[in-house]
C-alpha cells in the first residue's frame, strides 16, 4: 500500500526541469528550437497557440537577425519591416532583405535609426532602394559609431563609383583587413545571401566595362600571382557575373 501525504508532510521541492515548464514561461529548449527557424516559419509558429505567439514576439534575442526570403519578400511594406525589426528592441544585429521590392529608402532609414548596433545589412535586388538611400543608411551609422562590416547591394540600380567610394570610406574595415580579403571565385551566384566570403562589400567596380557590379576573381594561380605583384593585376581575368560579358585569362 501506498504512503499517504499528510498535513505535517512538507510538498517535495520543484525540479530545475518543472520550475522551467513553469505556466506562462517557456522551455529554454524551446526558445533555442525557435532561434533556428527561418522568418516564415517563425511567424507561422506565432500562430499555432497564445503560448507560442507570446514566446516568438517577446524575446527579442530571436529577432537580432532578421532574413527575408521568398516568397515573403514581396509581402513585406516599411511598416510590416518597421513592426518585425521592432521586436529586436534595438538589438537588431543582421538584417538581409533579398529582393523587397516595396522596401524604401525612408523605410530603412527608419529601421537603421532604430538600430544603430546593425553590422550586417543585406539588400540585393532590393529594387526600391536607391544608391543614394543607402549613402545616407551607412553615413547614419558611422556618424553613430556604428560597426557595419557587411554590406551587400548586388542589384541597386544606378549605384556609380563615387557612391561606392563613399561606402566604402565609411565602412568601419581597416585598410588591412581589406587588402586581406579572401578571393571570391566562387561562382555561386545564386546564393545571395552567402556569407562564406570575407568581403565587407560584395560589389566593386569592373575592370572592363566600368560599372558598379558583382565582379568574381579569377581561380588560377597566375592571376593571384599578378594580383599580389600589382602592377600587371589589371591584366588579370575577371569573371562576370553577366554571361555576356566574360572575359578569358590573359596568360
Known amino acids: 500500500m501506498l504512503p499517504t501525504a499528510t498535513a505535517s508532510t512538507p510538498p517535495p521541492a520543484p525540479t ?4 522551467a ?3 506562462g514561461e517557456p522551455h529554454e529548449a524551446l526558445l ?3 532561434g533556428h527557424l527561418r522568418l516564415r516559419d517563425l511567424l507561422a509558429c506565432g500562430r499555432v497557440c497564445r503560448r507560442l505567439r507570446g514566446a516568438v514576439a517577446g524575446h527579442p534575442l530571436l529577432w537580432r537577425r532578421v532574413a527575408v526570403e521568398p ?3 514581396h509581402r513585406v511594406t516599411d511598416e510590416v519591416l518597421l513592426a518585425l525589426t521592432a521586436r529586436a528592441e534595438g538589438r537588431l544585429r543582421s538584417l538581409r532583405l533579398l529582393g523587397c521590392p516595396r522596401v524604401s529608402d525612408a523605410g530603412l532609414l527608419r529601421v537603421v535609426e532604430r538600430n544603430p548596433c546593425v553590422t550586417e545589412l543585406y539588400v540585393p535586388r532590393c529594387t526600391g532602394l536607391t544608391a543614394d538611400g543607402l ?3 551607412v553615413q547614419f551609422l558611422h556618424e ?5 562590416s557587411r554590406l551587400r547591394l548586388h542589384g541597386i540600380c544606378k549605384m556609380t563609383k563615387d557612391h561606392l567610394d563613399v561606402i566604402n570610406s565609411l565602412m568601419c574595415r581597416s585598410s588591412q583587413q581589406h587588402d586581406a580579403r579572401a578571393l571570391y571565385y566562387n561562382h555561386r551566384v545564386h546564393e545571395v545571401l552567402n556569407t562564406d566570403d570575407d568581403r ?3 560589389v ?3 575592370p572592363i566595362c566600368k560599372n558598379v557590379r558583382l565582379v568574381f576573381d579569377c581561380p588560377s594561380d597566375d592571376c593571384r600571382k599578378l594580383r599580389v605583384i600589382g602592377p600587371g593585376a589589371e591584366d588579370a581575368s575577371f569573371v562576370l557575373l553577366d554571361a555576356k560579358h566574360v572575359v578569358g585569362a590573359s596568360t
Open 204 to 206: 566593386d567596380v569592373c
Open 32 to 34: 533555442l528550437a525557435l
Open 71 to 73: 516568397p515573403l519578400s
Open 16 to 19: 530545475p526541469a518543472a520550475a
Open 135 to 137: 549613402v545616407k543608411v
Open 200 to 202: 565587407h562589400i560584395d
Open 21 to 23: 515548464a513553469a505556466p
Open 144 to 148: 553613430r559609431k556604428g560597426n557595419l
